[in-house]
């Protein structure tokens, strides 16, 4: 076994192979930038080597860099994690000449898979079914344009070394063809320094649906069950979860049984991942292969019981698997959610800032027998930069059938606290309410269409309005009272607290009388029902658990001027609890209309302005490219809402612009 093990990344992902390395008692090292000095993978591993600038291409993805930490601590072995260096041959390749085990697949391997064109040929001739689509490099926008034009639209413009979603568009016509072929070609370029781009035909209706397999240096390969990845937003996963609701056990098979024979075609070992678009009828068709760990075999390991690290590191030390194709049993079911350092509010673009308040759920068994698993590389008071992927962490829950784990993850999503940047939690919270989602009906255009319009939160029906205005009237009871027992006043009154107060939330006005006591009491509101109300809420105490009608449920808490900033299972509202007098008095006061931006680009996210493509005076039309900021390695492309002609352009190209600072403004 290896004595000790240099991490060749960063983030979560580090942490996740530090923890497996403890439990094998191998040392561990990390590699860091100048952005990740204070990481949390830095203070876990047992040494801790600097590499570069922030850059990852200053840093992470330089292979001599990562060669020259690895003799400075004599590491022995090498585990890549996801990204940046972990399909890299090169990278393998040059391990291999260095003496030092590389805990991954072997360079033929990954030299293969890792291109997606002749991934698809091995695909073929291995009996793999596989998507239409061309092969072929693609030289210019124009060819882009006339390939997807024969294919049929719509098609999907990919990065042959691509992955994570990025150097990855869908077009529906010649237009978009040439667009997102530039795109595309500038983003793999950015992120993997390999910008060749294949097309190959979209399947519409689609699901993701990929394989998880594992095998030896002995010849011994197997499967270990499938991972539902639909719900994806710019090809990047957003929930995944094993098993899949939607395959049979015959298909499963099917898949797996091929999935296997692609790795045994490329002599693979370690774990990897076959990926499949699945349609309707449950015809699958070949993705690509991951040569490495996913980020999200959180959820096979809590539904098969392995450590898919731990597998890694003894495969790549030289032993056999210790069980066969017989011996794997999927037991209950786990979805993973990805907490991303992206606004939903302002179409899931990149945030970026200090973490003022980051508090995950308790994780491990649950009192009602569910598990909840939190992979993070994060910490309170950690920053998150612009310069890597916007991850936060992976929660995770386990339960013995996919209501009961669907169940736990809203529960942990409430009971998870993040503050001081943008994120998409209350997103993740509204998806696990959907009746859609929670009868498995999953497509990868999921979130396209249960969210067209974007996500500006979840509206609460009259029962969730009224538990929220519940719990108002007892946190502003007890308020008013600790209020009350202030000394020092003038003339040191003792004030009266009444029992009579009008609610406002979500453009709905409650009337409701508290009778309330320290050990709780009862709501009754005038237009409906009583609710008996208890809490372990104090004032100060941003999350706390009500239990309403003896249900438990965990609500944010925080004060909004003179209000209430409630939040519980994707609602976000502030609630004003007034006395009647009040109240009616509020009523009487004129509300100030919002600022008028409708003229004025403004930079929707922290980012870099790498192009801008119009200048004072141009006349464009809605839809015409207007700049593209990058940000976390991702180009977005600013479009004209409406026609309009150019006043004025505030910026350069290369300027860094702060969210809602003004690119330009129209006439």
Request: hydrophobic share 40%.
């Amino acid at each position: 076994m290896f004595k000790k093990i240099l991490i060749a990344n960063r983030g979560e992902i580090a942490c996740r192979v530090i923890k497996t390395a403890r439990k094998l008692g191998i040392a561990t090292v990390a590699v860091y930038s100048d952005a990740d000095r204070d990481a949390m993978h830095v203070r876990l591993a047992d040494e801790a080597v600097h590499i570069g600038p922030s850059p990852s291409s200053q840093s992470y993805i330089v292979i001599d860099k990562i060669l020259e930490a690895i003799r400075k601590t004599g590491a022995d072995a090498v585990h890549p994690g996801y990204g940046f260096l972990s399909e890299n041959a090169a990278f393998a390749e040059a391990l291999e000449k260095e003496g030092v085990a590389f805990i991954g697949p072997p360079v033929k391997a990954i030299e293969a898979m890792g291109d997606k064109i002749t991934s698809k040929k091995i695909a073929a001739k291995a009996g793999v079914s596989t998507v239409p689509g061309h092969m072929g490099l693609i030289e210019d926008a124009d060819e882009a344009a006339r390939i997807a034009s024969s294919i049929g639209f719509p098609v999907m413009i990919k990065a042959s070394a691509g992955g994570g979603g990025k150097g990855m568009r869908i077009a529906w016509n010649e237009r978009e063809a040439r667009e997102g072929f530039q795109s595309s070609k500038n983003e793999a370029k950015s992120s993997f320094g390999d910008d060749r781009i294949f097309i190959e035909k979209f399947v519409t209706e689609p699901r993701h649906i990929e394989i998880q397999v594992l095998g030896d240096k002995h010849g011994n390969t197997l499967y270990l069950g499938e991972r539902e990845c639909s719900i994806q937003r710019r090809n990047q996963k957003v929930i995944e979860e094993a098993p899949s609701p939607f395959l049979d056990e015959t298909t499963r098979r099917a898949m797996g049984e091929q999935a296997v024979a692609l790795a045994r075609a490329v002599g693979y070992h370690s774990a990897g991942t076959v990926e499949f678009i699945v349609d309707g009828e449950r015809n699958f068709y070949f993705l690509e292969m991951n040569t490495r760990l996913q980020v999200e075999h959180p959820v096979t390991e809590l539904v098969t019981g392995l450590d898919l690290v731990e597998q890694m590191i003894r495969v790549a030390a030289g032993e056999k698997l210790a069980f066969g194709q017989g011996d794997v049993k999927l037991e209950g079911w786990a979805i993973e959610s990805r907490l991303y350092a992206e606004d939903p509010y302002r179409n899931f673009l990149p945030s970026i800032g200090r973490l003022t308040r980051y508090r995950p759920p308790a994780e491990g068994r649950q009192d009602d027998g569910t598990v909840i698993r939190n992979d993070t590389g994060v910490f309170e008071g950690g920053e998150i930069s612009m310069y890597y992927d916007p991850m936060i962490a992976k929660l995770c829950t386990w339960g013995p059938d996919r209501a009961a784990s669907v169940a736990a993850m809203a529960e942990a999503l409430d009971a998870f606290e993040v503050e001081g940047i943008g994120h998409n939690l209350p997103f993740l919270s509204a998806v696990m309410q959907q009746d859609r989602f929670r009868e498995g009906r999953l497509t990868t255009a999921y979130i396209a269409e249960e969210f067209a319009d974007g996500f500006h939160g979840v509206v609460p029906d009259e029962a969730s309005a009224m538990k929220l205005a519940a719990i108002a009237v007892t946190i502003n009871q007890a308020l008013q009272e600790r209020a009350s027992r202030v000394s020092g006043t003038i003339g040191n009154p003792r004030r009266v607290v009444g029992h009579e107060w009008m609610v406002n939330l979500a453009e709905r006005e409650f009337q409701a009388t508290a009778d309330l006591s320290a050990d709780g009491g009862c709501i009754r509101f005038a237009d409906g029902p009583a609710i008996s109300v208890a809490s372990d809420w104090l004032p100060g105490r941003t999350l706390a658990t009500f239990e309403l009608d003896n249900r438990p449920i965990n609500v944010k808490v925080d004060l909004a001027g003179t209000g209430l900033r409630l939040r519980w299972r994707g609602i976000d509202v502030v609630a004003r609890v007034r006395s009647p007098r009040v109240a009616e008095l509020a009523r009487l006061m004129p509300k100030k209309p919002p600022p008028d931006t409708s003229k004025m680009l403004l930079c929707p996210m922290p980012g870099v302005v790498t192009s801008i493509a119009v200048k004072a005076g141009d006349a464009v039309e809605a839809g015409q490219s207007l700049a593209v900021v990058e940000a976390m390695k991702m180009e977005n492309i600013l479009r004209a809402e409406k026609r309009a002609t150019v006043k004025r352009v505030a910026i350069a190209a290369g300027a860094s612009l702060a969210v809602d600072e003004l690119i330009m403004e129209f006439e």
